[in-house]
Every structure is written in structure tokens, then in C-alpha cells.
């Protein structure tokens, strides 16, 4: 194999601050929690310490919410909050290469996936949502729809800024207000986005970011002003929200964890399958909510498609974030990476057989080897629980019905991959799944035109697309 001279992106270009401040009715304020100290995973460094909101704080930003509801974005034309909407779309294009790697230094992923993947598409999302802005009317939710109001957001550390965007944008486009609350591990890119808000001149408390830990999230999500709650993250929490949200009449999106199913035949372009499962259970180091982690591969072909797949994914470089070669960087917390430990001892005590690549690891910061059980059985808790990290668990099947069935046995329900030459074969597997997003031949594409959501245990709602602008109109 050729060696790699390092190529590592410059940090400078991210402009660090050794402060971040809190974004409440158009202004960066301090905030009344404890501040915190956010961790570069990839070296386990400390880059900047942020402030964080206390209980009045977040008082303060739904009021801010509802004032900018009430006096401008609940009724301002659609035409004209799209020009707000392109603005910021256009601002994140043009601050592109500093998000991109302030987004790799804050979470660990590689500059070459939160370049071509996390800050495109965070653009795009907005891009989207800003041409629905003037044209909801035609949405198909009646000739005028209404807005909700102000809207309560939390989301996880995974995709920090891309997760944002899925959440302000389309709120923006219908004319709701957002107080959002990104992870406490990942709050940077968040607040740059909010810099970039205020640089697009959005009317103040449009927007305002709140970071801090899930007390803060739980004050967004339970107060009492909020109209809409929009949570992406763990099941258990989620369910949490639910409990609090029932009978309150305010609406209610979730968006949790996966256990995706990605299903080889016997007749599927093997070499292909394999780029598709490795992209589909390492990117983003398998800190991905629609992962593949259940291959479910046709026993004809399984011992040579594991073989093909062992050879291809040895040849995965993991290690710093910031180096362009890199394809898995660093896990995003040492408490994720004892979690995916734990799992994985699971894995070794119920007899599963693992193969890990032998590829380096940094001696600091968070990393977790590229790691592939065979003979998982269905009943073990690598083939049931979400891992969130680089573990793929593979079991087989002998008849398509078979596939099918373990597929679906599972409680969530938010992704699930085909891969067969057949035409007739993916329609009639796709229809069988129990799943919001089947990808066939291809795995983990993302594209705001296309409603992204789950079953189950996944949670409810859809984001993306023309039904996604359903959970932020009052329809
Ligand atoms: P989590 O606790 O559900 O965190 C998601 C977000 O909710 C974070 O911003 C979190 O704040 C906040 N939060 C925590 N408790 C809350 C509460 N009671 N009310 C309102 N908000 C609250 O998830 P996690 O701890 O980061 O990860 C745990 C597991 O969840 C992972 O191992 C993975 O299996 C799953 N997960 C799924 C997704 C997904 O995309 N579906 C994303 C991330 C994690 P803090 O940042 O302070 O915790
Ligand atoms: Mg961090």
C-alpha cells in the first residue's frame, strides 16, 4: 500500500475564539449558566470556553421569539423572509472552508466530509426551504397556510451544523421563530451560524442559539410559549419530551436512533456493495442516526463479500480530523467511545467473532478501530442496540423472505438499504420495509428535496421536502 505524506487543512482558517457567547435577540450576550469548555476530540485539547443559558436565559430568548413572531416574521411576506433565507444560504457558501473545519476541530469528523458533505448540504438546506418561503400557498396545505409560532429546537452532536440547518430553515420558510439548543459537546458551528444570521440582518430574536448542557434543552423543549418542538437525538430522551409535550397541544417532531438493516442479494454488484456498506456504517465514523449497521447479507455470497469488505476497509486511513486523507476521524466524546467499547465487549461475551482493522491509532484524542462482527445473531445486543460508532454487525439470511423479516426486527425504524441487480427485487423489498428512507444501490445520500423521518422507536414527523414543511405550518 502507498504511504500518505500528512495533508493537513490549516486550523487558522477556522478564526477560533478562545470565547463564544450566547445568541439572544440579535446579540451575542453571556449567559447565567456555567460557562463551558468545549473539547477538540481529535487531540482532546480544549478550543474555546462558551457561554451557557440558565433557566431565565432561555425565558428570555422565548420571549425574544415571540416579540419577533409577533411584530415582523409571523407576517412578513413570504417573498421577502426568503431574501433573508438565501442570504444566510449564500453567507455559509462563503464561509464555507471556516465551518467546514471549525465543524471537523469541534466534533472530530474529517475536514473531507464536513467539507463536502455537512456545510454543502447545511447550505443547501437553506437554498431549499428559501424558495418554499413564497410559495407555501402551493405546498398543498391550502391556499394560505399559517405559521406556529415560536419553535423550541434541540439537536445532537453528530452533524452540528447540518442539524441546525435541517431545523431553522424550514422553520423560517413557513415564519416561525426558533430558539435552538445545539449539543454540549459541539456548540461552535452553531454560533458561527448565528454570526452569520445576524450578518444576513435578520430582525432580532428571529433566531437565538442557546448552548448548554440537556437541563437547557429541557427548558426549551418544556416551556410553556413554545409552539413547536423539533428533537433530534437519543429514543430515551425523546420519549422523555413526548411524556412532557402530551395533552399540551403544542406540536411534537422527533427524530431518534436507528439500527438500519443494509441488505446484499446474491445478485448485487459486490465490489460496489462494499464501498456502499463501508460508506454506509464509517462515515462519520458511524456516529449517524440512519447508519447501515445491520449488514444482512445472502449466505452464497457472504464469506466472499466479507473477505472483499475486510481487504477495503483495512485500507481506511483513521486519525487526525483535519488531514484530508483522513476517511475516519475521532470519536466525538471519551464518553461515546466508552459506550461503543461496552457494546462491543457485548459483542465478544455473546460470541460474535470481531475483526478490527489494523490500521494506527493517534496516541491522543478519541479513536476507535474500523471494526466488523460476523456471526451476530439476531437475538444479541450488537445486532439490536445502536452502537453510534465505526461497529458494523453482520448476519446472513437464504430467502428474500428471510431478509425481509430480519430487517424488520427491530424497534426502530428510520433507514434501510438494498443492494440486487434486480429492478423488481428493490421495489418489492422497498415496499416491505418498515422503514422512512430506503436506499437502494446506494447508502447515507442526503438531499433536502427528499422527506427524511422514521418508524417506531425512530420517531415521528418528516423533515426535508414538501412534507416536511408540514411540521412547521399550522395544518
Ligand atoms: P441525547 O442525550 O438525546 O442528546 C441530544 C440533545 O438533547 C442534546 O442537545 C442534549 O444535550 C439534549 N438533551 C439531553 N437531555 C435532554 C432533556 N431531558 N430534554 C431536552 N433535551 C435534552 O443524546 P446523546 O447523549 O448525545 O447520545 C446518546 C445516544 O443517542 C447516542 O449514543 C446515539 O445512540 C443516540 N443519538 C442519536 C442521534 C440521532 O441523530 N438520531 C444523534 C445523537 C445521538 P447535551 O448535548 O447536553 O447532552
Ligand atoms: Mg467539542
Given at each position: 500500500m502507498w504511504e500518505y505524506a500528512?495533508?493537513?487543512?490549516?486550523?487558522?482558517?477556522?478564526?477560533?475564539?478562545?470565547?463564544?457567547?450566547m445568541f439572544v435577540d440579535g446579540q451575542f450576550v453571556e449567559g447565567a449558566g456555567e460557562p463551558l469548555k468545549t473539547v477538540n476530540p481529535g487531540t482532546e485539547e480544549v478550543l474555546a470556553e462558551v457561554s451557557t443559558a440558565a433557566p431565565a436565559d432561555v425565558d428570555k430568548a422565548v420571549k425574544a421569539a415571540r416579540r419577533a413572531y409577533d411584530r415582523v416574521w409571523g407576517k412578513m411576506p413570504g417573498s421577502e423572509r426568503a431574501k433573508y433565507i438565501f442570504r444566510i444560504a449564500r453567507l455559509i457558501q462563503e464561509r464555507g472552508r471556516e465551518l467546514a473545519v471549525l465543524e471537523s476541530l469541534d466534533n472530530g469528523k474529517p475536514i473531507k466530509e464536513s467539507r463536502d458533505v455537512d456545510v454543502p448540504t447545511a447550505a443547501a438546506h437553506f437554498f431549499y426551504h428559501a424558495g418554499w418561503a413564497?410559495?407555501?400557498?402551493?405546498?398543498?396545505?391550502?391556499?394560505d397556510p399559517k405559521p406556529l409560532g415560536v419553535a423550541g429546537q434541540v439537536i445532537p452532536w453528530n452533524f452540528p451544523l447540518l442539524m441546525a440547518a435541517w431545523k431553522i430553515a424550514p422553520a423560517l420558510a413557513c415564519g416561525n421563530t426558533v430558539v435552538l439548543k445545539p449539543a454540549e459537546t459541539t456548540p461552535l458551528t452553531a454560533l458561527v451560524l448565528a454570526e452569520i444570521i445576524q450578518q444576513a440582518d435578520l430582525p432580532p430574536g428571529v433566531v437565538n442559539i442557546l448552548p448548554g448542557a440537556g437541563d437547557v434543552g429541557a427548558a426549551v423543549t418544556s416551556h410553556p410559549d413554545v409552539d413547536k418542538v423539533a428533537f433530534t437525538g437519543s429514543t430515551e430522551v425523546g420519549k422523555l419530551i413526548q411524556r412532557q409535550l402530551a395533552g399540551t397541544g403544542r406540536k411534537l417532531t422527533l427524530e431518534l436512533g436507528g439500527k438500519a438493516a443494509n441488505i446484499v442479494f446474491d445478485d448485487a454488484p459486490l465490489d460496489q456493495a462494499v464501498e456502499g456498506i463501508v460508506n454506509g456504517i464509517f462515515f462519520n465514523q458511524g456516529h449517524v442516526c440512519c447508519a447501515g449497521s445491520r449488514l444482512l447479507v445472502q449466505e452464497s455470497v457472504a464469506e466472499e463479500l466479507l473477505e472483499k469488505l475486510r481487504v477495503r476497509v483495512s485500507t481506511l486511513r483513521v486519525g487526525d480530523p483535519l488531514d484530508k486523507n483522513t476517511d475516519v476521524g475521532?470519536?466525538?466524546?471519551?464518553?461515546?467511545?466508552?459506550?461503543?467499547?461496552?457494546l462491543v465487549e457485548t459483542g465478544d461475551a455473546e460470541g460474535a467473532e470481531r475483526w478490527t482493522s489494523a490500521c494506527p491509532l493517534p496516541d491522543k484524542g478519541f479513536y476507535f478501530a474500523p471494526t466488523v462482527f460476523s456471526n451476530v445473531s439476531q437475538a444479541m445486543r450488537i445486532a439490536r442496540e445502536e452502537i453510534f460508532g465505526p461497529v458494523l454487525s453482520v448476519l446472513t439470511f437464504r430467502t428474500p423472505d428471510e431478509a425481509v423479516a430480519k430487517a424488520n426486527n427491530t424497534p426502530y425504524g428510520l433507514s434501510a438499504g438494498i443492494w440486487t441487480e434486480k429492478g423488481s427485487r428493490i421495489l418489492w423489498a422497498a415496499q416491505k420495509m418498515r422503514a422512512g428512507v430506503v436506499w437502494a444501490n446506494t447508502f447515507n445520500r442526503f438531499d433536502p428535496t427528499a422527506p427524511f423521518g422514521g418508524y417506531?422507536?425512530?420517531?415521528?414527523?418528516?423533515?426535508?421536502?414538501?412534507?416536511?414543511?408540514?411540521?412547521?405550518?399550522?395544518?
Open positions: 500528512p495533508a493537513p487543512e490549516s486550523r487558522d482558517i477556522a478564526n477560533l475564539k478562545p470565547t463564544y457567547r413564497d410559495k407555501l400557498g402551493y405546498a398543498g396545505y391550502g391556499p475521532a470519536i466525538n466524546s471519551r464518553e461515546q467511545l466508552t459506550k461503543i467499547q461496552q417506531q422507536e425512530s420517531g415521528f414527523g418528516r423533515e426535508g421536502g414538501r412534507t416536511g414543511l408540514e411540521a412547521y405550518l399550522d395544518v
